[in-house]
């Protein structure tokens, strides 16, 4: 059987690593909190909690933790209807499933938010399952939604493929026995992707797609 195609979404499918960090440095702007820019980019793909928690540490007032995550999810939500794909990842992801690959999108998005970007991409004929942040009790880099991707159609995860652009990522895929696709286009430096466990690493979705048969998509 043909292992799942398993795709994170922001930084990877879409453009949209940044507009997270400007929409988080506004929510803890908001709740008086002065946390830099590369910090929130650096941290930008782990699930919201996990995310004020690497920020302001185990020592701030917990109870500000909802506001700061509402307010994000306000904030960015001022770009659904604009959010960018990367060219070429629609595309990626037809090639893909038409070579008979599962194609699963794993992401900390879900609801509106999931549904924009899933607009955004336009190749939804292609995608067989969504692992989002609802259906998971810990997000990346726990294995969790990495297993459940592979899980959700029936495929090992030693025949699978992650393609992420974190170090969450790389991680989550690593410990989910998964082989890792990393793509520059999230803005981590390669050496920092390499040493979360990524196999192979490309520019973007539209280098992927064009080096396909050197790539582990290949095996198909």
């Not at 185990?58 to 700061?68: E, F, K, L, T, V």
């Not at 999810?73 to 037809?94: E, I, K, M, S």
Request: hydrophobic share 45%; proline share 5%; charged share 25%.
């Amino acid at each position: 059987m043909t292992g799942a195609a398993i795709f994170d979404v922001d930084g990877t499918l879409t453009d949209t690593n940044h507009l997270h960090v400007v929409a988080w440095w506004e929510a803890f702007r908001q709740a008086g909190h002065s946390v830099p820019m590369p910090a929130i980019h650096r941290a930008v793909g782990l699930g919201s909690g996990d995310l004020i928690e690497r920020l302001l540490g185990p020592g701030r007032d917990r109870d500000q933790d909802s506001a700061i995550s509402s307010a994000h999810t306000v904030l960015y939500a001022t770009y659904f209807d604009r959010l960018p794909a990367f060219p070429g990842a629609g595309d990626l992801l037809r090639t893909l499933a038409g070579r008979g690959w599962q194609v699963v999108l794993a992401t900390s998005a879900s609801g509106a938010e999931l549904t924009a970007l899933r607009r955004a991409v336009d190749a939804d004929a292609a995608i067989s399952a969504t692992a989002s942040s609802d259906d998971v009790e810990a997000g990346k880099p726990s294995p969790e939604p990495v297993r459940l991707a592979c899980r959700l159609v029936g495929a090992d995860p030693e025949d699978s493929v992650f393609v992420g652009d974190t170090v969450w990522d790389m991680e989550a895929a690593k410990r989910a026995g998964v082989p890792a696709v990393a793509l520059l286009s999230g803005g981590i430096p390669r050496a920092d992707l390499e040493r979360a466990g990524a196999g192979a690493v490309y520019e973007d979705v539209a280098a992927l797609l064009s080096r396909l048969e050197d790539s582990p998509f290949r095996r198909s």
